[in-house]
């Protein structure tokens, strides 16, 4: 039943659920230098109170590897993964209506150790020594013995040369993740899993392998074993997963016997027919398909592997079954939106250990998901229906910071999507985040695509975009992350880091700039910076692929991406289209800081570039007056200014043409990504002061389109004139702050022009914080009154009391727009 609360319809089940769900986020108490890891910038983790570590996955994985020694790879991961679908503890909580957990209680983790988690145990003394007893401390501790030298990770380190493997950890200018392995997954095609189920698609591979056997005269016997290993692991895994769904039926029929309330006994005799019926078989209601497509999610990204994302197109996948539903008279609009509450608080519930390296870019963050809806047909037409206004407004009446909506925009949108998009943006939590298809879809055509194909991408996770079930690998190839406001820097120092931080030859050593002569010489060093970095991280990556190829199979993931039956092939291995990306941060500062070289010492030759550089290094100490003038005299990104615009495009397409120089394991130009969330605050701890006015560790401008804050001084459409200059040739991030009262009443149309004149100017990306300072202010001072306050940060939302308080001083720091 929903009930209307301060203007938003609600479902009791789902507020009730919503305020039981434990919120698994990790915070940053502090940056410091590690004692566990040998880094300048490093967040000290920490939980919300009750957050465990499930160490059953672990266990179970260990289990299921010493009992398959002498089995090959593929067929050892998917009765890996069988071992613990079959025997992890499940249960069903109160009031759900989607089912299925990763650990075996809803406060835990759980732990990978077969994968790339062997920072665990050099943590448990310090940031998880909370999350575990001591005698769970000891077991943890075994298990990862046991691993030592058999996870993923460590095939990976063993592989990497040692001139390469101090890049593994976050330098102060750039890390591979490498043995991380990009937290990746694919975006599964859930498409002939609603047409067949899985015992479908069983059945297609069994077909698959009779022919097989009948090509084995055309075929290298290396190829034949390889491709039937390949296709007999992921019948193994297949199966597992109906079974799998079969237990959450038993669970359901038991809990049913002993339930006195009669409603709720109902539901749990129909979550038990629903969960027998699918992931095996098609599902033929909406409770079905958004059970069958959860169980997939849940299994890909947490129990068979750690990804992240959710991606596919609720609108589009969903619409048929309620339309049909509601046609039959299953079911009312109101039920169905309480169905996709309960399977947004369902997406809600994940979490992840993250690498106290990359928790620099995730602080409050608890995991990775976008949904998306809207876009385009295959045929080019308007893709909105009606389960597209049913998501928003679950969406508005959950508003949960995981998952957010990202809302494909395109020039034949419905008005009535778009104002009710508006209204959700309203309410503060950030999204939906905006993404045009006149930029995406040529830029997945770019990479191999058809337009037929490209039309239906999506956005998995931050600003990412992947076709489901296409191996174009957006997603699952960010390799590392560089701060290049960090090449600006070393370029002034001849590669050498300050002595406030390493004081080491970080980077390329370049010429001396009071040797400069032209402004050339100065993007010329600046360049030569990043080519340094580029090689770096080509070369772990590829290594990192050659690797995974081998030891990273994921046969049930792997089933739902095409190609992988038909080839005999595991989706790891798959690589058409390949995109292999480098997240970036510090763009911005970079623009603005070759403005203020160029303007000051090569046009107006008022500041010589000695000057200059000594003033960065001394932190601007006595040179107050000259950082007063870099900042106010010269031009800043998001005026719409030439001078300083023109520089922005360039560095944008030089910095990325160089990474294309590299070319990843597949054969593919490595390119830039936009995806690097909050890692323009986290990642700047390490960079010194630049000639656009920062000071030493200041934050850096936010996303990789956004204006430093605070610079955006002539409205939000010169932001918007500026940003359209620099070509998308990779996924930009833009963040803008607006004040509520311009999303309210007749204002909401005028936002909404706003939007399309953003769509027109051909920008990829653009996403609001819509809550006004005062209310932040208030936030800060007084957490405890705003324990439910959900904001926007870079990429992904995130609830306010989870953001350390210097990236709350960042969000509040950011320019108030409004329209005149």
Not at 24 to 44: D, H, M
Not at 391 to 397: G, Q, R
Not at 548 to 562: H, T
Not at 683 to 697: H, W
């Amino acid at each position: 039943m929903l009930h209307v609360i301060g203007g938003i319809a609600v479902s009791a089940r789902t507020q009730m659920l919503k305020k039981a769900t434990h919120v698994k986020s990790t915070k940053i108490r502090r940056f410091k230098t590690s004692p566990v890891f040998n880094s300048p910038v490093v967040g000290e983790l920490e939980f919300r109170q009750g957050t465990k570590i499930c160490l059953e996955r672990a266990r179970l994985v260990t289990e299921s590897w010493k009992a398959t020694e002498g089995d090959n790879i593929a067929v050892r991961r998917a009765k890996a993964t069988a071992h613990i679908l079959d025997n992890v503890t499940i249960y069903i909580r109160d009031g759900e209506l989607i089912v299925g957990n990763f650990a075996s209680d809803p406060y835990s983790l759980p732990l990978h150790p077969d994968l790339d988690e062997d920072w665990i145990p050099d943590a448990l003394a310090y940031y998880l020594k909370d999350l575990l007893t001591d005698s769970e401390k000891v077991e943890c501790r075994e298990i990862f013995r046991y691993w030592r030298g058999k996870s993923i990770a460590d095939h990976i380190v063993e592989a990497i040369p040692g001139d390469l493997k101090s890049y593994l950890t976050y330098n102060g200018f750039f890390y591979g993740w490498g043995n991380r392995l990009g937290r990746a997954a694919e975006t599964p095609n859930l498409e002939e899993l609603f047409s067949v189920g899985i015992n479908g698609i069983i059945e297609r591979i069994g077909d698959r392998l009779k022919r097989l056997d009948a090509e084995i005269d055309e075929l290298d016997a290396a190829d034949y074993v390889r491709q039937k290993q390949n296709l007999q692991a992921m019948i193994i895994a297949l199966k597992a997963v109906i079974k799998f769904g079969k237990r959450y039926a038993e669970k359901s029929r038991e809990l049913a016997k002993t339930e006195k309330d009669e409603k709720r006994k109902k539901e749990l005799e129909r979550i038990a027919e629903v969960c027998d019926w699918v992931p095996g078989n098609p599902p033929r209601t909406l409770w079905e398909a958004l059970q069958a497509s959860f169980f997939i999610n849940l299994i890909a990204m947490q129990l068979e592997f750690h990804g992240q994302g959710f991606g596919n197109r609720l609108d589009v996948l969903f619409n048929p079954f309620y339309q049909r539903d509601k046609e039959a008279g299953r079911i009312t609009r109101e039920e169905a939106q309480e169905l996709v509450e309960c399977f947004l608080i369902k997406l809600s519930e994940r979490g992840h250990l993250v690498h106290p390296n990359a928790v620099a870019a995730t602080s409050g963050n608890s995991d990775w998901t976008d949904v998306t809806i809207c876009g385009v047909t295959p045929e080019g037409d308007d893709a909105t229906n009606e389960f597209s206004f049913i998501v928003l407004d679950a969406a508005k009446s959950v508003r949960v910071p995981v998952p957010t909506i990202a809302l494909r925009y395109h020039h034949k949108i419905s008005e009535d999507i778009i104002l009710k998009a508006i209204d959700l943006l309203r309410t503060g939590v950030g999204y939906p985040a905006f993404f045009n298809d006149a930029a995406a879809i040529p830029w997945l055509i770019s990479r191999e695509l058809s337009l037929e194909e490209a039309r239906k991408w999506v956005c998995p996770s931050c600003v990412n975009a992947q076709v489901p079930g296409k191996a174009t690998r957006t997603y699952q190839a960010q390799v590392g992350c560089v701060n290049l406001s960090k090449c600006i820097e070393l370029a002034l120092y001849q590669g050498k880091d300050k002595d406030a931080y390493t004081g080491k030859q970080l980077g390329a050593k370049t010429p001396d700039p009071t040797t400069f002569t032209s402004f050339d010489d100065v993007i010329d060093a600046y360049l030569t910076q990043v080519r340094f970095v580029a090689d770096k991280l080509a070369k772990m990556t590829n290594i990192t692929y050659a690797v995974a190829k081998d030891y990273c199979r994921r046969p049930f993931a792997s089933a739902f991406v095409d190609g992988c039956i038909e080839e005999g092939e595991d989706c790891v291995s798959l690589g058409r289209g390949s995109i292999t990306s480098i997240n970036v941060t510090g763009t911005t500062n970079v623009a603005d800081s070759l403005a203020v070289i160029k303007k000051l010492v090569f046009d107006e030759k008022t500041v010589t570039i000695k000057e200059l550089v000594e003033a960065c290094a001394s932190n601007w100490d006595k040179k107050e007056e000259l950082r007063q003038r870099c900042i106010n005299e010269v031009p800043k990104f998001g005026s719409d200014d030439e001078y300083v615009d023109r520089l922005a495009r360039e560095v944008h397409v030089k910095t990325n043409a160089e990474f294309m120089k590299f070319n990843d394991y597949f054969g593919y130009p490595m390119v830039m990504n936009g995806s690097v969330a909050g890692g323009y605050y986290g990642y700047s701890k390490a960079c010194g002061a630049t000639p656009d006015g920062r000071k030493d560790s200041e934050s850096l401008a936010d996303a990789v389109c956004s204006p430093m804050a605070g610079r955006d001084k002539r409205g939000p459409t010169a932001v918007l004139k500026s940003v359209s200059k620099i070509t998308p040739t990779y996924n930009h991030l833009l963040n803008q702050k607006f004040l509520p009262q311009f999303l309210e009443g007749e204002n909401s149309k005028i936002f909404a022009y706003y939007l399309k004149t953003w769509a027109d100017l051909g920008i990829y990306h653009i996403q609001f914080n819509v809550i006004d300072k005062a209310t932040l202010l208030d936030a800060k001072a007084h957490p405890e009154k705003y324990f439910d306050l959900v904001v926007r940060v870079a990429g992904y939302s995130a609830y306010w009391v989870d953001l350390d308080k210097g990236l709350q001083n960042e969000i509040i720091k950011r320019t108030e727009q409004g329209f005149n």
